[in-house]
Nanobody, 122 residues
């Protein structure tokens, strides 16, 4: 059974940084697309970054500030977030699905973590 567990959220001031981690277990297929999503309070979930077999992709709102990476030996996905803005506040989710290509669409993911809260104050 696939399981994802996020950590690393917290409260920071604008301009600060955070690194989110997502430990994955039970991913038995050879190739997976991995993604980070966020959901601000009262708003829809949106894709932030995705990583698969090629280059990662990012939402326009986070390009140049966020970096997605993974350590396959540790079964861990990361999201390095720099120059944080109040608009980055939300519940951040890690997601996975068997596949070769990247996607920022939540419908393309089959497994989800419980989320970790990120709050950025001005």
């Amino acid at each position: 059974q696939e399981h994802l567990a996020e950590s690393g959220g917290g409260s920071v001031q604008a301009g600060g940084s955070l690194r989110l981690s997502c430990v994955a277990s039970g991913l038995s297929r050879k190739w997976y697309r991995m993604g980070w999503f966020r959901q601000p309070s009262g708003k829809e979930r949106e894709g932030v970054a995705s990583l698969a077999t090629g280059a990662p992709i990012y939402a326009d709102s986070v390009k140049g500030r966020f970096t997605i990476s993974q350590d396959k030996a540790k079964n861990t996905l990361y999201l390095e977030m720099n120059s944080l803005e109040p608009e980055d506040t939300g519940l951040y989710y890690c997601a996975a699905a068997p596949g070769y290509d990247t996607s920022l669409r939540s419908v393309h993911y089959t497994s989800w973590g419980q989320g970790t809260q990120v709050t950025v104050s001005s």
